[in-house]
């Protein structure tokens, strides 16, 4: 585990307090199936920051902390220095502390404060168990019913800040206040020829995975059949000998062009360990317990379930193997098509709300679910589509999808995403749009280095519709959705409207890989144009029911979570 809550008390007296509370926390927060480890603490003056589940990938110096990648690793505790990487930075200064978020927030920080405590933790139900009380945020359950995530900069609780990306937070702590500097993100294309801009993202992914030494005692790259994983294979994995993982299903090893066919391939050719780590929707894990530890690990900020139906067993098993860390291949090189829409922009980044479907009821003012964008994600005067794409993709995609799956993993081990590093997305962002397309340049570069291996054409995990309409899991979010908390905490229209539609498929759905090729295909030709003619014709798309149940029931589930959380200390320290 790779996880942070760091305080600040006003007086004194509360110091005992706040250490015991930091780790009284290792044991509510880590996974149930690890072992219990004490937290590490640091302390400076009325300071102090816990490490949860503390491992040698994490950087400590007095009693600042460092989670992720910095490049050249030098000072990064020094107040003020302005560092590359993807990283999440906690350091004292002679006045407080101070908190730094890499270029496109990927590893998340949350924040809160009191009348007796500050707090920034890389876990809201810390910051909610040291508040003592819950407020739920309707626009988080809002957002996470309508796209599967919390939405832009919204926690579980109302009191709770998401620090944005790029952001450096002060706190002083005689002021008792918070200021917080964060960079705008401006994407205007350089006036320079294609070929230089080639050299120039070259030239910026190669001084980045320069900087990458990890031991391959104890790291490994999780690697799929696409290009961004690919990228880190011949940057960095070779020359570092990376073990490889990929999970899925047992029939993907069959499909030749699945993730795990390819994957396999890859280190076949280059003769580099790879490990395959079978994931089933056979009944041996209920999905009761992948739920469970679904919430236990993520906190329920992200909806893709379907990539741990072992219940996370990969995961434990890479822990007891002395697996510290992995390396992601998560990027913000450019989406796929050309949106023939602001509708469609907003889809392809999967920054959908509640009024985009055209099957679900209007829900009345007085269930408190009406959305907005705010304005720094709104369309800008004169921005094309392609660049508003693009700039959601890196403003709403990355800090609120691909960091929520990155917590996922931090449960177990750390992670580390250098393609998100800062240094990559400002070569990124002067980019014409053509280049950002379909991630054009990034993938010539790849190619142009890679064997003659293929890239993927299907993933090795199952699929949504699969798990989704199983006869267990609609039993499962039946149950959940049938319980008292569900009436209490849903609003009724929606929560009624999924009652009514919760469907069980009773025949497993077969992938007919070759008409999912041809899809594709006449995707990538005909897709803008053709896309375009039906967002004319019927503007909004239907929410599948049991995708809907299954967010319904993360919110229901992380509810309680949460409310017993806020009693977690209430009473506990008078007898200690």
Wanted: hydrophobic share 40%.
């Amino acid at each position: 585990m790779a996880r942070v809550t760091y305080v600040v008390v006003r007086s004194e007296e509360d110091l005992p307090m706040a250490e015991s509370r930091l780790q009284r926390l290792a044991g509510r927060l880590k996974m149930d199936h690890l072992p219990d480890t004490p937290a590490l603490i640091v302390r400076s003056g009325r300071r102090m920051g816990a490490v949860y589940q503390n491992s040698p990938a994490v950087n400590v110096n007095g009693a600042s902390i460092c989670l992720g990648l910095t490049e050249n690793g030098e000072a990064w505790w020094e107040p003020g220095k302005a560092l590359d990487g993807s990283f999440a930075i906690f350091r004292e200064t002679e006045t407080g502390v101070e908190i730094v978020t890499d270029a496109l927030a990927s590893r998340t920080v949350w924040t809160a404060q009191n009348d007796r405590f500050f707090i920034a933790s890389t876990s809201q139900r810390a910051i909610v168990a040291f508040l003592e009380s819950f407020v739920l945020n309707r626009q988080a359950m809002a957002w996470m019913l309508s796209s599967g995530t919390l939405g832009p900069g919204h926690s579980w609780d109302e009191r709770i800040q998401h620090l944005p990306g790029d952001s450096t937070l002060r706190f002083d702590m005689e002021r008792w206040q918070a200021e917080v500097d964060t960079r705008p993100v401006r994407f205007t294309a350089a006036p320079i020829s294609d070929a230089e801009q080639r050299k120039r993202l070259a030239d910026a992914v190669e001084a980045v995975l320069n900087q990458l030494h990890p031991d391959p005692r104890y790291w490994v790259l999780p690697l799929s059949g696409g290009v961004d994983s690919r990228a880190l294979l011949l940057g960095m994995g070779l020359r570092e000998n990376l073990p490889c993982i990929t999970w899925g299903t047992k029939a993907a090893l069959q499909q030749p062009k699945s993730d795990a066919v390819v994957a396999r391939r890859l280190t076949e050719h280059f003769g580099i360990p790879f490990r395959y780590f079978p994931m089933e929707m056979d009944g041996t894990v209920h999905p009761d317990l992948v739920l469970r530890r679904f919430l236990q690990a993520g906190e329920g900020r992200v909806d893709h379930i379907r990539g741990y139906l072992d219940g996370f067993a990969t995961w434990k098993t890479l822990v007891d193997e002395g697996i510290t860390g992995i390396v992601r291949g998560d990027e913000a090189f450019g989406a796929t098509a050309v949106p023939p829409t602001g509708y469609e922009a907003r889809r392809a980044i999967a920054c959908m709300m509640l009024m985009d479907y055209g099957n679900l009821p209007p829900c009345p003012p007085e269930e408190h679910l009406q959305q907005a964008l705010p304005e720094w994600l709104q369309r800008r005067h004169r921005e094309s589509l392609v660049t508003w794409r693009d700039r959601l993709f890196q403003q709403f995609r990355v800090p609120y999808e691909l960091a929520a799956l990155t917590d996922l993993k931090t449960a177990y081990v750390e992670v580390l995403n250098p393609l998100l590093a800062g240094s990559i997305q400002e070569v990124v962002r002067e980019m014409p749009d053509h280049l950002r397309t379909r991630k054009r340049v990034f993938r010539e570069l790849v190619e142009a280095q890679s064997p003659k291996v293929p890239f993927a054409a299907h993933p090795a995990v199952e699929t949504d519709r699969n798990l989704l309409r199983s006869a267990r899991m609609v039993e499962l979010l039946r149950g959940i959705l049938n319980h008292e908390a569900a009436f209490r905490v849903l609003p009724p229209t929606l929560h009624e409207f999924i009652l009514a539609h919760l469907m069980i498929d009773r025949k497993k759905q077969k992938r007919n890989w070759r008409i999912m090729r041809l899809r594709r295909y006449l995707k990538r030709l005909t897709g803008p144009i053709i896309t375009g003619l039906l967002q004319r014709g019927r503007p909004k798309v239907d929410m599948d029911p049991n995708r809907l149940a299954l967010r319904g029931a993360i919110v229901v589930k992380m509810v309680e979570i949460l409310e017993e959380d806020a009693v977690f200390f209430v009473g506990g320290e008078a007898a200690q």
